[in-house]
């Protein structure tokens, strides 16, 4: 069974840092790229990152680019998004969701399968 989990969310002051995981079971990342969303009370969900599974590319929405960075650990199956000098307008539920297209990653909600339930994280003084 896939599964998708995040973990790290949490209430962070502005400037502050955050490391958010998502662990991944049921299949390999070998195999599947792995992507990062968030969604704002009132707003769209947006793409963040994501992570090709061919040579490890990465995208990051220019929003975050700069402060923001996707990495995984083949070993243990698991995806991060280190979250660096954290804005009030970051504050949102963070998604992770795998998609099984091969090459460049994207952040188009259609090219992916499976989501996970969620980590919040609230910038705020």
């Known amino acids: 069974q896939v599964q998708l989990v995040e973990s790290g969310g949490d209430l962070v002051q502005p400037g502050g840092s955050l490391r958010l995981s998502c662990a991944a079971s049921?299949?390999?990342?070998?195999?599947?790229?792995i992507g990062w969303f968030r969604q704002a009370p009132g707003k769209e969900r947006e793409g963040v990152s994501c992570?090709?599974?061919?040579?490890?590319?990465?995208y990051y929405a220019d929003s975050v680019k700069g402060r923001f960075t996707i990495s995984r650990d083949i070993a243990k199956n698991t995806v991060y998004l280190q979250a660096n000098t954290l804005k009030p307008e970051d504050t949102a539920v963070y998604y992770c969701?795998?998609?099984?297209?091969?090459?460049?990653?994207?952040?188009?909600?259609?090219?992916?399968?499976?989501w996970g339930q969620g980590t919040q994280v609230t910038v705020s003084l």
């Open positions: 992570i090709s599974p061919s040579d490890g590319g990465t």
């Open positions: 969701a795998a998609s099984r297209l091969w090459g460049p990653c994207g952040v188009g909600f259609s090219e992916y399968d499976y």
């Open positions: 049921g299949f390999t990342l070998d195999y599947y790229a």
